[in-house]
Protein backbone atom coordinates (compact mmCIF):
# COMPACT_ATOMS: atom_id res chain seq x y z
CA UNK A 1 0.00 0.00 0.00
CA UNK A 2 1.37 3.43 -0.78
CA UNK A 3 1.59 6.26 1.64
CA UNK A 4 -0.97 8.12 0.59
CA UNK A 5 -3.70 5.30 1.69
CA UNK A 6 -2.15 6.25 5.13
CA UNK A 7 -3.20 9.64 5.52
CA UNK A 8 -3.99 10.59 9.28
CA UNK A 9 -7.96 10.55 9.11
CA UNK A 10 -7.79 12.09 12.79
CA UNK A 11 -8.66 15.59 13.29
CA UNK A 12 -7.33 17.09 16.74
CA UNK A 13 -7.99 21.21 16.21
CA UNK A 14 -10.80 22.92 17.45
CA UNK A 15 -13.27 23.36 15.40
CA UNK A 16 -11.97 21.05 12.63
CA UNK A 17 -15.00 18.48 11.44
CA UNK A 18 -13.82 14.89 12.85
CA UNK A 19 -14.33 11.83 10.17
CA UNK A 20 -17.32 10.25 12.39
CA UNK A 21 -19.37 12.87 14.83
CA UNK A 22 -19.51 10.08 17.49
CA UNK A 23 -22.47 10.25 19.81
CA UNK A 24 -24.50 13.39 18.19
CA UNK A 25 -27.30 11.63 16.66
CA UNK A 26 -29.84 12.20 18.92
CA UNK A 27 -29.10 15.75 19.01
CA UNK A 28 -29.15 16.62 14.99
CA UNK A 29 -32.20 14.60 14.57
CA UNK A 30 -34.00 16.94 17.09
CA UNK A 31 -32.83 19.97 15.41
CA UNK A 32 -33.56 18.45 11.57
CA UNK A 33 -37.01 17.59 12.71
CA UNK A 34 -37.77 21.21 13.69
CA UNK A 35 -36.39 22.59 10.29
CA UNK A 36 -38.79 19.90 8.83
CA UNK A 37 -42.06 20.60 11.72
CA UNK A 38 -41.83 24.25 10.05
CA UNK A 39 -42.08 28.02 11.91
CA UNK A 40 -42.50 27.89 15.58
CA UNK A 41 -40.76 24.08 15.90
CA UNK A 42 -38.93 24.53 18.90
CA UNK A 43 -35.07 23.41 17.89
CA UNK A 44 -35.04 25.85 15.83
CA UNK A 45 -34.07 28.30 18.53
CA UNK A 46 -31.36 26.43 20.51
CA UNK A 47 -28.36 26.57 22.98
CA UNK A 48 -25.84 24.55 23.10
CA UNK A 49 -23.52 24.47 25.91
CA UNK A 50 -20.68 22.29 27.38
CA UNK A 51 -16.99 22.02 28.41
CA UNK A 52 -14.13 23.12 26.00
CA UNK A 53 -13.63 20.59 23.38
CA UNK A 54 -16.39 18.78 23.71
CA UNK A 55 -17.61 19.90 20.29
CA UNK A 56 -20.01 22.85 20.20
CA UNK A 57 -18.21 24.26 17.16
CA UNK A 58 -18.02 21.19 15.34
CA UNK A 59 -22.29 19.91 16.06
CA UNK A 60 -22.87 24.04 14.88
CA UNK A 61 -21.19 23.08 11.73
CA UNK A 62 -23.32 20.17 11.59
CA UNK A 63 -26.00 21.89 12.02
CA UNK A 64 -25.00 23.87 9.06
CA UNK A 65 -24.87 20.99 6.83
CA UNK A 66 -28.36 19.32 7.98
CA UNK A 67 -29.82 22.77 6.42
CA UNK A 68 -27.79 23.12 3.28
CA UNK A 69 -28.52 19.78 2.31
CA UNK A 70 -32.24 20.83 2.61
CA UNK A 71 -31.20 23.73 0.65
CA UNK A 72 -31.76 26.45 3.18
CA UNK A 73 -28.97 29.36 3.30
CA UNK A 74 -26.82 29.19 6.41
CA UNK A 75 -24.57 32.17 7.96
CA UNK A 76 -22.11 31.05 10.64
CA UNK A 77 -20.68 34.22 13.19
CA UNK A 78 -19.04 34.12 16.31
CA UNK A 79 -20.19 36.39 19.22
CA UNK A 80 -17.50 39.33 18.62
CA UNK A 81 -17.94 42.81 18.20
CA UNK A 82 -19.52 43.65 14.44
CA UNK A 83 -21.38 40.08 14.57
CA UNK A 84 -24.72 42.16 13.70
CA UNK A 85 -23.20 43.85 10.72
CA UNK A 86 -21.46 41.45 9.56
CA UNK A 87 -24.55 39.36 9.41
CA UNK A 88 -26.81 41.66 7.84
CA UNK A 89 -23.94 42.08 5.11
CA UNK A 90 -23.77 38.16 4.71
CA UNK A 91 -27.82 38.36 4.61
CA UNK A 92 -27.49 41.16 1.63
CA UNK A 93 -24.68 39.13 -0.25
CA UNK A 94 -26.97 36.22 -0.21
CA UNK A 95 -29.66 37.91 -1.18
CA UNK A 96 -28.32 39.89 -4.05
CA UNK A 97 -26.87 36.37 -4.93
CA UNK A 98 -30.15 34.61 -5.15
CA UNK A 99 -31.72 37.70 -7.41
CA UNK A 100 -28.58 37.75 -9.93
CA UNK A 101 -28.91 33.45 -10.17
CA UNK A 102 -32.39 34.04 -11.12
CA UNK A 103 -32.56 36.44 -13.59
CA UNK A 104 -29.14 34.90 -15.27
CA UNK A 105 -31.50 31.90 -15.03
CA UNK A 106 -34.32 34.10 -16.77
CA UNK A 107 -31.70 34.57 -19.99
CA UNK A 108 -30.69 30.82 -20.12
CA UNK A 109 -27.17 30.97 -18.34
CA UNK A 110 -26.74 28.35 -15.73
CA UNK A 111 -25.12 30.46 -12.78
CA UNK A 112 -24.84 28.50 -9.46
CA UNK A 113 -27.61 29.99 -7.45
CA UNK A 114 -26.16 30.34 -4.25
CA UNK A 115 -22.66 30.67 -2.71
CA UNK A 116 -20.85 30.21 -6.48
CA UNK A 117 -17.77 32.30 -5.46
CA UNK A 118 -19.23 34.91 -7.53
CA UNK A 119 -18.75 38.55 -6.39
CA UNK A 120 -21.25 41.45 -7.62
CA UNK A 121 -21.20 44.74 -7.55
CA UNK A 122 -22.30 46.43 -4.75
CA UNK A 123 -25.93 48.26 -5.11
CA UNK A 124 -26.77 51.25 -4.64
CA UNK A 125 -29.27 51.02 -2.59
CA UNK A 126 -28.85 52.61 1.14
CA UNK A 127 -28.03 49.29 3.61
CA UNK A 128 -30.66 48.09 4.92
CA UNK A 129 -31.24 47.15 8.58
CA UNK A 130 -30.49 43.33 9.71
CA UNK A 131 -34.25 42.66 10.63
CA UNK A 132 -35.54 44.12 7.02
CA UNK A 133 -32.58 42.58 5.11
CA UNK A 134 -33.25 39.38 6.49
CA UNK A 135 -37.13 39.66 6.32
CA UNK A 136 -36.41 40.43 2.32
CA UNK A 137 -34.22 37.79 2.31
CA UNK A 138 -36.80 35.19 4.03
CA UNK A 139 -39.43 36.92 1.40
CA UNK A 140 -37.28 35.27 -1.35
CA UNK A 141 -36.37 32.14 0.26
CA UNK A 142 -40.10 30.81 1.53
CA UNK A 143 -41.85 30.33 -1.24
CA UNK A 144 -39.23 27.74 -2.23
CA UNK A 145 -40.12 26.51 1.03
CA UNK A 146 -36.27 27.00 2.25
CA UNK A 147 -35.06 29.25 5.15
CA UNK A 148 -32.61 31.10 6.89
CA UNK A 149 -30.01 29.63 9.76
CA UNK A 150 -28.21 31.88 11.94
CA UNK A 151 -25.29 30.35 13.98
CA UNK A 152 -23.64 32.13 16.57
CA UNK A 153 -20.64 30.56 18.20
CA UNK A 154 -18.22 31.04 21.55
CA UNK A 155 -21.01 33.38 22.89
CA UNK A 156 -19.75 35.81 25.56
CA UNK A 157 -20.70 37.98 28.38
CA UNK A 158 -18.97 40.56 26.72
CA UNK A 159 -21.13 40.21 23.26
CA UNK A 160 -24.18 40.53 24.65
CA UNK A 161 -25.20 43.60 23.42
CA UNK A 162 -24.89 42.18 20.01
CA UNK A 163 -26.42 38.69 21.25
CA UNK A 164 -29.29 40.93 22.12
CA UNK A 165 -29.76 42.68 18.65
CA UNK A 166 -29.78 39.66 16.68
CA UNK A 167 -31.81 37.81 19.61
CA UNK A 168 -34.69 40.78 19.04
CA UNK A 169 -34.56 40.65 15.14
CA UNK A 170 -35.42 37.00 15.70
CA UNK A 171 -37.88 36.77 17.98
CA UNK A 172 -40.03 39.02 15.97
CA UNK A 173 -39.49 37.11 12.86
CA UNK A 174 -40.06 33.62 14.92
CA UNK A 175 -43.52 35.52 16.12
CA UNK A 176 -44.41 36.66 12.40
CA UNK A 177 -43.51 32.80 11.61
CA UNK A 178 -41.20 33.37 9.18
CA UNK A 179 -38.69 30.44 8.05
CA UNK A 180 -35.92 31.16 10.75
CA UNK A 181 -33.64 29.35 13.31
CA UNK A 182 -30.99 30.66 15.43
CA UNK A 183 -28.44 28.32 17.26
CA UNK A 184 -25.61 29.51 19.71
CA UNK A 185 -23.17 28.09 21.12
CA UNK A 186 -20.83 28.77 24.53
CA UNK A 187 -19.07 27.40 27.42
CA UNK A 188 -22.35 26.92 30.16
CA UNK A 189 -21.01 29.73 32.15
CA UNK A 190 -20.71 32.25 29.03
CA UNK A 191 -24.57 31.31 28.30
CA UNK A 192 -25.95 31.98 31.82
CA UNK A 193 -24.59 34.95 31.72
CA UNK A 194 -26.27 35.96 28.49
CA UNK A 195 -29.52 34.62 29.86
CA UNK A 196 -29.91 36.91 32.83
CA UNK A 197 -30.20 39.60 30.91
CA UNK A 198 -33.10 41.17 30.93
CA UNK A 199 -34.00 41.80 27.38
CA UNK A 200 -33.04 38.16 26.29
CA UNK A 201 -35.66 36.53 27.94
CA UNK A 202 -36.98 35.02 25.22
CA UNK A 203 -33.70 33.32 24.49
CA UNK A 204 -34.51 31.58 27.67
CA UNK A 205 -37.30 29.52 26.17
CA UNK A 206 -34.96 27.49 23.47
CA UNK A 207 -33.87 24.39 23.59
CA UNK A 208 -31.07 23.57 25.68
CA UNK A 209 -28.31 21.44 24.74
CA UNK A 210 -25.86 20.63 26.95
CA UNK A 211 -23.05 18.41 25.36
CA UNK A 212 -20.95 15.66 27.52
CA UNK A 213 -18.82 13.03 27.12
CA UNK A 214 -19.66 9.64 24.37
CA UNK A 215 -19.86 6.79 25.96
CA UNK A 216 -17.31 4.69 25.23
CA UNK A 217 -18.45 1.80 23.06
CA UNK A 218 -19.33 4.58 20.45
CA UNK A 219 -16.00 5.65 20.80
CA UNK A 220 -14.49 2.28 20.43
CA UNK A 221 -16.55 1.59 17.60
CA UNK A 222 -15.99 5.03 15.73
CA UNK A 223 -12.37 4.83 16.29
CA UNK A 224 -12.65 0.85 14.39
CA UNK A 225 -14.51 2.49 11.91
CA UNK A 226 -12.21 5.32 11.34
CA UNK A 227 -9.18 3.16 11.29
CA UNK A 228 -10.18 0.53 8.78
CA UNK A 229 -11.83 3.00 6.54
CA UNK A 230 -8.63 4.92 5.84
CA UNK A 231 -6.56 1.33 5.26
CA UNK A 232 -5.22 0.57 8.72
CA UNK A 233 -6.37 -1.97 10.97
CA UNK A 234 -6.24 -1.83 14.72
CA UNK A 235 -5.45 -4.68 17.40
CA UNK A 236 -7.90 -5.14 19.69
CA UNK A 237 -5.53 -4.78 22.92
CA UNK A 238 -4.80 -1.43 21.16
CA UNK A 239 -8.35 -0.11 20.40
CA UNK A 240 -8.96 -1.33 24.27
CA UNK A 241 -6.82 0.89 25.85
CA UNK A 242 -7.40 3.96 22.85
CA UNK A 243 -10.90 3.76 23.97
CA UNK A 244 -9.86 4.15 27.46
CA UNK A 245 -7.67 6.83 27.15
CA UNK A 246 -9.95 9.50 25.67
CA UNK A 247 -12.48 8.95 28.77
CA UNK A 248 -15.13 9.86 25.97
CA UNK A 249 -13.92 13.19 25.75
CA UNK A 250 -14.45 14.19 22.23
CA UNK A 251 -11.29 16.06 21.80
CA UNK A 252 -9.74 13.32 23.36
CA UNK A 253 -10.86 10.54 20.87
CA UNK A 254 -8.82 12.98 18.23
CA UNK A 255 -5.84 13.05 20.01
CA UNK A 256 -5.39 9.50 20.57
CA UNK A 257 -6.99 8.69 17.34
CA UNK A 258 -4.20 11.08 15.61
CA UNK A 259 -1.07 10.28 17.80
CA UNK A 260 -1.63 7.04 17.20
CA UNK A 261 -1.58 6.73 14.07
CA UNK A 262 1.28 8.88 13.63
CA UNK A 263 3.35 6.28 15.58
CA UNK A 264 2.29 3.27 13.57
CA UNK A 265 4.56 2.51 10.66
CA UNK A 266 3.09 -0.54 9.00
CA UNK A 267 -0.71 -1.24 8.54
CA UNK A 268 -2.01 -2.37 12.00
CA UNK A 269 -1.78 -0.03 15.25
CA UNK A 270 -0.87 -2.18 17.91
CA UNK A 271 0.03 -2.12 21.78
CA UNK A 272 3.60 -0.61 20.49
CA UNK A 273 1.85 2.65 18.64
CA UNK A 274 -0.70 3.00 21.53
CA UNK A 275 1.71 2.73 24.01
CA UNK A 276 3.93 5.87 22.76
CA UNK A 277 0.50 8.10 20.88
CA UNK A 278 -1.26 7.83 24.21
CA UNK A 279 1.47 9.59 26.30
CA UNK A 280 2.08 12.07 22.96
CA UNK A 281 -2.29 13.11 23.33
CA UNK A 282 -2.32 13.40 26.50
CA UNK A 283 0.64 15.95 26.19
CA UNK A 284 -1.16 17.97 23.57
CA UNK A 285 -4.44 17.94 25.58
CA UNK A 286 -2.81 19.77 27.90
CA UNK A 287 -0.76 22.31 25.91
CA UNK A 288 -4.58 22.89 23.90
CA UNK A 289 -7.56 22.19 26.51
CA UNK A 290 -6.03 22.64 29.65
CA UNK A 291 -3.64 25.37 29.18
CA UNK A 292 -6.88 27.45 27.44
CA UNK A 293 -9.08 26.48 30.34
CA UNK A 294 -7.08 27.40 33.35
CA UNK A 295 -6.45 30.86 31.11
CA UNK A 296 -10.05 32.07 31.51
CA UNK A 297 -10.16 30.98 35.54
CA UNK A 298 -9.08 33.55 38.30
CA UNK A 299 -6.21 33.07 40.57
CA UNK A 300 -8.05 31.61 43.22
CA UNK A 301 -10.25 29.48 41.11
CA UNK A 302 -7.05 27.90 40.42
CA UNK A 303 -5.83 27.76 44.06
CA UNK A 304 -9.21 25.86 44.48
CA UNK A 305 -8.30 23.64 41.68
CA UNK A 306 -5.19 22.43 43.02
CA UNK A 307 -6.81 21.97 45.96
CA UNK A 308 -9.04 19.55 44.15
CA UNK A 309 -6.58 17.83 42.42
CA UNK A 310 -4.66 16.58 45.49
CA UNK A 311 -7.04 13.50 45.50
CA UNK A 312 -7.06 11.01 42.81
CA UNK A 313 -10.98 10.62 42.59
CA UNK A 314 -13.80 12.89 43.90
CA UNK A 315 -12.97 16.04 46.37
CA UNK A 316 -15.04 16.51 49.29
CA UNK A 317 -15.81 20.29 49.23
CA UNK A 318 -14.80 20.37 52.96
CA UNK A 319 -11.15 18.87 52.35
CA UNK A 320 -10.79 21.31 49.76
CA UNK A 321 -11.64 24.60 52.18
CA UNK A 322 -9.49 22.94 54.65
CA UNK A 323 -6.24 23.05 52.27
CA UNK A 324 -6.52 25.84 51.45
CA UNK A 325 -6.93 27.37 54.69
CA UNK A 326 -10.72 28.96 54.18
CA UNK A 327 -14.19 28.53 55.06
CA UNK A 328 -16.53 25.83 53.42
CA UNK A 329 -18.83 29.37 52.50
CA UNK A 330 -15.87 31.13 50.88
CA UNK A 331 -15.18 27.22 48.72
CA UNK A 332 -18.56 27.05 47.97
CA UNK A 333 -18.39 30.45 46.02
CA UNK A 334 -15.80 28.95 43.60
CA UNK A 335 -17.21 25.67 43.83
CA UNK A 336 -20.23 27.01 41.97
CA UNK A 337 -18.06 29.36 39.62
CA UNK A 338 -16.35 26.40 38.64
CA UNK A 339 -19.18 24.60 37.73
CA UNK A 340 -20.91 27.28 35.64
CA UNK A 341 -17.09 27.16 33.56
CA UNK A 342 -17.88 23.52 33.28
CA UNK A 343 -14.22 22.80 34.45
CA UNK A 344 -15.42 20.58 37.27
CA UNK A 345 -18.83 19.02 38.10
CA UNK A 346 -20.76 17.51 41.31
CA UNK A 347 -19.92 14.01 41.99
CA UNK A 348 -22.37 13.11 45.28
CA UNK A 349 -23.56 15.15 48.13
CA UNK A 350 -20.37 17.09 48.94
CA UNK A 351 -17.94 16.02 46.79
CA UNK A 352 -16.50 17.68 42.98
CA UNK A 353 -14.78 16.18 40.63
CA UNK A 354 -13.06 17.23 37.11
CA UNK A 355 -15.12 17.45 33.76
CA UNK A 356 -11.72 17.02 31.68
CA UNK A 357 -9.91 14.18 31.78
CA UNK A 358 -6.03 14.13 32.84
CA UNK A 359 -6.82 17.72 34.22
CA UNK A 360 -5.56 16.77 37.83
CA UNK A 361 -2.69 15.31 36.45
CA UNK A 362 -2.31 18.18 34.60
CA UNK A 363 -2.55 20.77 37.43
CA UNK A 364 -0.40 18.41 39.11
CA UNK A 365 2.57 18.58 36.95
CA UNK A 366 1.86 22.45 35.97
CA UNK A 367 0.98 23.09 39.63
CA UNK A 368 3.73 26.04 40.21
CA UNK A 369 2.84 27.74 36.38
CA UNK A 370 -0.79 27.29 36.94
CA UNK A 371 -0.84 29.65 39.75
N1 LIG B 1 -18.75 14.06 18.72
C1 LIG B 1 -17.45 14.05 18.38
N2 LIG B 1 -16.85 12.93 17.92
C2 LIG B 1 -15.56 12.93 17.59
N3 LIG B 1 -14.76 13.99 17.66
C3 LIG B 1 -15.28 15.14 18.10
C4 LIG B 1 -16.66 15.22 18.49
N4 LIG B 1 -16.91 16.47 18.90
C5 LIG B 1 -15.76 17.15 18.79
N5 LIG B 1 -14.78 16.36 18.30
C6 LIG B 1 -13.39 16.81 18.08
O1 LIG B 1 -12.99 17.47 19.27
C7 LIG B 1 -12.28 18.66 18.98
C8 LIG B 1 -12.93 19.85 19.63
O2 LIG B 1 -14.20 20.09 19.05
P1 LIG B 1 -14.83 21.56 19.06
O3 LIG B 1 -13.82 22.54 18.62
O4 LIG B 1 -16.11 21.51 18.33
O5 LIG B 1 -15.12 21.75 20.64
P2 LIG B 1 -15.78 23.01 21.36
O6 LIG B 1 -16.77 22.47 22.33
O7 LIG B 1 -16.29 23.96 20.34
O8 LIG B 1 -14.55 23.62 22.16
P3 LIG B 1 -14.30 25.15 22.67
O9 LIG B 1 -15.12 25.29 23.93
O10 LIG B 1 -12.84 25.22 22.95
O11 LIG B 1 -14.77 26.06 21.58
C9 LIG B 1 -12.14 18.72 17.47
O12 LIG B 1 -10.91 18.15 17.12
C10 LIG B 1 -13.28 17.84 16.97
O13 LIG B 1 -12.96 17.24 15.74
MG1 LIG C 1 -15.77 25.90 19.86
Redesign the pocket.
Known amino acids: MDLMAYRNPF????????P?????DEVLEEFEESIDDGPGAPGRLSLIT?P????????LNAVHDIVVAKGWIAIAETATTGMCDRITQAVRRHHEELRQGRSARVRGITLPVVGGGLTFESRADPPADLRESTASLLDELEPNETGLLITVD?VHRKSVGEIRHLATVVQHLVREDRNIALVM?G?PSAVSDVLSDSVLTFMRRASREELSD?SLADVRE?LAETITRNGRTITSSALDAATEATGGY??M??LVGYHCWRKTTGSAIDDAATSSGIPAARKRLGSTVHA?ALADLSAVDRTVLLAIAVDDGPARTADVARRIGESAKYVSIYRQRLIDAAVIQPAGRGFVDFTIPYLREYLREHAASAL
Request: positive net charge; glycine residues 16%; charged residues 15%.
Open positions: KPTAGASPLLVGRGRGVGKTVVEALVSPFVQA
